[in-house]
């Protein structure tokens, strides 16, 4: 097998193995970071979650 081939197939196994094992290792990192980036506006968007039910059925009850 010439040198480039095995270079070519290397750097390609080497990308598949990466893109397959990082995600796994930075998932449990990235849930948790996210949990902490996201947690200040889970009021917010529990408010305006209940204010667009509210106003739904606002607007379905004047029909």
Do not use: D, H, N
């Not at 397959?20 to 889970?42: K, N």
Request: charge should be positive; aromatic fraction near 8%.
């Amino acid at each position: 097998m010439p040198i480039l081939l095995r270079l070519v197939v290397v750097v390609a196994l080497a990308y598949i193995a990466g893109s397959t094992i990082t995600p796994l290792l930075w998932g449990p990192v990235l849930a948790r970071q996210s949990s902490e980036i996201l947690s200040p506006f889970v009021l917010l968007s529990a408010g305006i979650f209940i204010a667009a039910v509210g106003y739904a059925i606002c607007q379905i009850r004047k029909k």
